[in-house]
């Protein structure tokens, strides 16, 4: 149940999940949360307040209604959850955003982030695959820096400078048993031509 005035949410609200379980009860102010709670299996598993959209001030309980986590004034430590109640995020807040270390979790719940982030973005830390093996290591920025890659089992694979996402500038490639392959220059995310490729020789 939801009220509306002008096509918008204002005032009191209720959502429940797909088995009819209460998930949200809160209050909306031109569309926008003003305050609310959300259960977890029926038990409530954190109350919180929001400033301009942004989660402000907020107390996340265990199963025994003691508090874990407390957010005040936009600054703490919080977990996020999607809308069938998977836990998604959980780490520091500054401001109302993602700022400090932090782990993110895919709908299975498996680590699937570890690191630090800057103004909701991550900037430091590893991403996992389904296997918990290092997909890429990322240093100082969302795609941009020093960056490296692991092949599925956990082998560095590349390592080098990035830039919105893609190889760019000096770069070294590995083979599957971390020998050298290629060492050179790249040019949005492809080899300009400028290196030296090597020969791998199997034992």
Known sequence: MK?????????????????????IEGEYLNNLNKKGRE??????????????NKKWNGKWYDENANIIYELINGSGKMKEYISSGELRFEGEYLNGKRNGK?????RQG?????GEYLNNKKWNGKRYDEKSNIIYELINGNGNGKMKEYISFGELEIEGEYLNGKKNGKGKEYDWSRKLKFEGEYLNGKRNGKGKEYIVVVN
């Open 110 to 114: 498996e680590l699937i982030f570890e």
């Open 39 to 52: 259960y977890i299996n029926g038990k409530l598993e954190f109350e919180r307040e929001y400033l301009n």
């Open 3 to 23: 009220e509306y005035l002008n096509g918008k949410r204002n005032g009191k609200g209720t959502e429940y999940n797909r088995n009819g379980e209460l998930r």
């Open 102 to 106: 932090g782990k993110e979790y895919d």
